[in-house]
Protein backbone atom coordinates (compact mmCIF):
# COMPACT_ATOMS: atom_id res chain seq x y z
CA UNK A 1 0.00 0.00 0.00
CA UNK A 2 1.59 3.72 -0.89
CA UNK A 3 1.11 6.54 1.09
CA UNK A 4 2.03 9.82 -0.18
CA UNK A 5 3.37 12.14 3.08
CA UNK A 6 5.00 15.54 3.76
CA UNK A 7 5.65 16.77 6.88
CA UNK A 8 6.14 20.55 8.11
CA UNK A 9 9.07 21.33 10.53
CA UNK A 10 11.09 24.16 11.92
CA UNK A 11 14.90 22.74 11.51
CA UNK A 12 17.94 24.73 13.08
CA UNK A 13 20.89 22.53 11.70
CA UNK A 14 20.85 20.54 14.66
CA UNK A 15 17.06 19.89 15.24
CA UNK A 16 14.05 19.47 13.38
CA UNK A 17 10.89 19.68 15.48
CA UNK A 18 7.97 18.58 13.67
CA UNK A 19 4.99 20.65 13.14
CA UNK A 20 2.47 19.14 10.94
CA UNK A 21 1.85 15.93 9.17
CA UNK A 22 -0.21 14.83 6.41
CA UNK A 23 -0.68 11.70 4.32
CA UNK A 24 -3.03 10.30 1.77
CA UNK A 25 -3.07 6.76 1.13
CA UNK A 26 -3.54 5.75 -2.49
CA UNK A 27 -7.07 4.06 -1.53
CA UNK A 28 -8.18 8.10 -0.61
CA UNK A 29 -7.86 7.44 3.08
CA UNK A 30 -6.42 11.08 4.47
CA UNK A 31 -4.62 12.04 7.47
CA UNK A 32 -3.76 15.32 9.00
CA UNK A 33 -2.16 16.22 12.14
CA UNK A 34 -0.37 19.34 14.18
CA UNK A 35 1.81 19.02 16.85
CA UNK A 36 0.61 20.82 20.24
CA UNK A 37 4.46 20.21 21.10
CA UNK A 38 6.34 22.47 18.70
CA UNK A 39 7.83 25.48 19.25
CA UNK A 40 6.44 28.21 17.33
CA UNK A 41 9.11 30.74 19.04
CA UNK A 42 11.93 28.84 17.18
CA UNK A 43 10.22 29.62 13.42
CA UNK A 44 12.38 31.23 10.97
CA UNK A 45 10.48 34.32 9.25
CA UNK A 46 10.01 32.09 6.82
CA UNK A 47 7.96 28.94 8.55
CA UNK A 48 6.07 32.25 10.27
CA UNK A 49 5.52 33.24 6.71
CA UNK A 50 4.72 29.96 4.68
CA UNK A 51 3.82 27.40 7.27
CA UNK A 52 2.18 28.59 10.52
CA UNK A 53 0.06 30.51 8.23
CA UNK A 54 -1.61 27.28 6.88
CA UNK A 55 -2.29 25.79 10.31
CA UNK A 56 -5.87 25.29 11.70
CA UNK A 57 -7.29 27.47 14.81
CA UNK A 58 -5.73 25.64 17.83
CA UNK A 59 -8.51 26.32 20.32
CA UNK A 60 -12.13 26.31 19.26
CA UNK A 61 -15.69 25.38 21.47
CA UNK A 62 -16.60 22.63 20.05
CA UNK A 63 -20.45 23.28 22.16
CA UNK A 64 -20.30 26.43 20.84
CA UNK A 65 -23.00 26.43 17.81
CA UNK A 66 -22.07 29.32 15.90
CA UNK A 67 -18.63 27.74 15.24
CA UNK A 68 -18.58 26.07 11.40
CA UNK A 69 -18.29 22.35 11.30
CA UNK A 70 -15.07 22.27 9.32
CA UNK A 71 -13.52 24.58 11.85
CA UNK A 72 -14.49 22.30 14.77
CA UNK A 73 -13.11 19.38 12.59
CA UNK A 74 -9.80 21.32 11.67
CA UNK A 75 -9.21 22.10 15.65
CA UNK A 76 -8.91 18.48 16.63
CA UNK A 77 -6.33 18.07 14.26
CA UNK A 78 -3.38 19.48 16.61
CA UNK A 79 -2.65 16.53 19.09
CA UNK A 80 0.46 15.31 21.00
CA UNK A 81 3.27 13.82 19.36
CA UNK A 82 2.44 10.41 21.14
CA UNK A 83 -1.06 10.82 19.74
CA UNK A 84 0.11 11.36 16.48
CA UNK A 85 2.42 8.40 16.76
CA UNK A 86 -0.28 6.05 17.67
CA UNK A 87 -2.87 8.05 15.23
CA UNK A 88 -0.16 6.70 12.43
CA UNK A 89 0.31 2.94 13.57
CA UNK A 90 -3.40 2.94 12.96
CA UNK A 91 -3.88 4.63 9.74
CA UNK A 92 -0.31 3.15 7.78
CA UNK A 93 -1.34 -0.37 8.83
CA UNK A 94 -0.66 -3.20 6.11
CA UNK A 95 -3.50 -4.66 4.29
CA UNK A 96 -3.54 -8.28 3.80
CA UNK A 97 -0.06 -8.25 4.23
CA UNK A 98 0.95 -5.49 1.50
CA UNK A 99 4.14 -3.83 2.49
CA UNK A 100 4.29 -0.24 3.21
CA UNK A 101 5.48 2.27 1.03
CA UNK A 102 6.08 5.86 2.00
CA UNK A 103 6.56 8.40 -0.54
CA UNK A 104 7.79 12.03 -0.17
CA UNK A 105 9.12 14.84 -2.32
CA UNK A 106 12.60 15.96 -1.36
CA UNK A 107 11.27 14.07 1.95
CA UNK A 108 14.69 13.01 3.48
CA UNK A 109 13.53 15.47 6.49
CA UNK A 110 10.44 14.34 6.42
CA UNK A 111 11.49 10.72 6.98
CA UNK A 112 13.16 12.11 10.09
CA UNK A 113 10.87 13.60 11.51
CA UNK A 114 8.13 10.72 11.18
CA UNK A 115 10.79 8.45 12.67
CA UNK A 116 11.36 10.71 15.72
CA UNK A 117 7.45 10.70 16.19
CA UNK A 118 8.65 6.69 17.79
CA UNK A 119 12.16 7.77 18.99
CA UNK A 120 14.70 6.27 16.83
CA UNK A 121 15.05 4.80 13.10
CA UNK A 122 14.98 1.73 15.02
CA UNK A 123 12.15 2.44 17.18
CA UNK A 124 9.61 2.15 14.12
CA UNK A 125 6.87 0.34 14.39
CA UNK A 126 6.72 -3.40 12.43
CA UNK A 127 6.26 -3.10 9.28
CA UNK A 128 7.14 0.70 8.93
CA UNK A 129 9.99 1.11 6.25
CA UNK A 130 13.59 2.67 6.97
CA UNK A 131 13.46 4.60 4.45
CA UNK A 132 11.01 6.85 2.10
CA UNK A 133 10.89 6.88 -1.90
CA UNK A 134 11.62 10.12 -2.76
CA UNK A 135 9.47 11.27 -6.05
CA UNK A 136 11.95 14.31 -6.49
CA UNK A 137 15.24 11.57 -7.14
CA UNK A 138 12.72 9.52 -9.75
CA UNK A 139 11.51 12.81 -11.33
CA UNK A 140 15.35 13.23 -12.27
CA UNK A 141 15.91 9.55 -13.15
CA UNK A 142 13.07 10.12 -15.62
CA UNK A 143 14.78 13.27 -17.11
CA UNK A 144 13.26 15.65 -14.75
CA UNK A 145 9.91 16.18 -16.47
CA UNK A 146 7.82 19.09 -15.35
CA UNK A 147 5.62 18.24 -12.00
CA UNK A 148 2.32 19.22 -12.37
CA UNK A 149 1.59 22.73 -10.78
CA UNK A 150 1.07 22.60 -6.75
CA UNK A 151 -1.39 25.78 -7.07
CA UNK A 152 -2.95 26.97 -3.43
CA UNK A 153 -2.28 25.53 0.02
CA UNK A 154 1.68 25.01 -0.60
CA UNK A 155 3.25 24.35 2.63
CA UNK A 156 0.38 22.63 4.20
CA UNK A 157 1.03 19.15 5.01
CA UNK A 158 -2.11 17.41 3.54
CA UNK A 159 -2.52 19.63 0.52
CA UNK A 160 1.74 18.86 -0.14
CA UNK A 161 1.00 15.11 0.55
CA UNK A 162 -1.95 15.18 -1.85
CA UNK A 163 0.38 17.16 -4.46
CA UNK A 164 2.69 14.03 -3.95
CA UNK A 165 0.44 11.65 -4.81
CA UNK A 166 -0.75 13.68 -8.09
CA UNK A 167 2.81 13.69 -9.00
CA UNK A 168 3.61 10.36 -7.89
CA UNK A 169 0.56 9.79 -10.52
CA UNK A 170 1.87 11.84 -13.41
CA UNK A 171 5.36 10.25 -13.39
CA UNK A 172 3.75 6.67 -13.61
CA UNK A 173 3.03 7.89 -17.27
CA UNK A 174 6.33 8.77 -18.01
CA UNK A 175 7.42 5.04 -17.13
Known sequence: MKYFYDTEFIEDGKTIDLISIGVVCEDGRSYYAVSTEFKARKASQWVKDNVLIHLPERHVNLSDVSV???LKEESLA???RKQIALDLVWFL???????VELWGYYADYDHVALCQLFGTMMDLPKGFPMYTRDLKQW??????PQ???QGKGEHHALADAKWNKAAYDFLMTKV
Not at 93 to 99: L, N
Not at 139 to 144: A, E, F, S
Open 147 to 149: LPE
Open 78 to 80: WKS
Open 68 to 70: SPR
Open 93 to 99: KSVDGEK
Open 139 to 144: CDQLGN
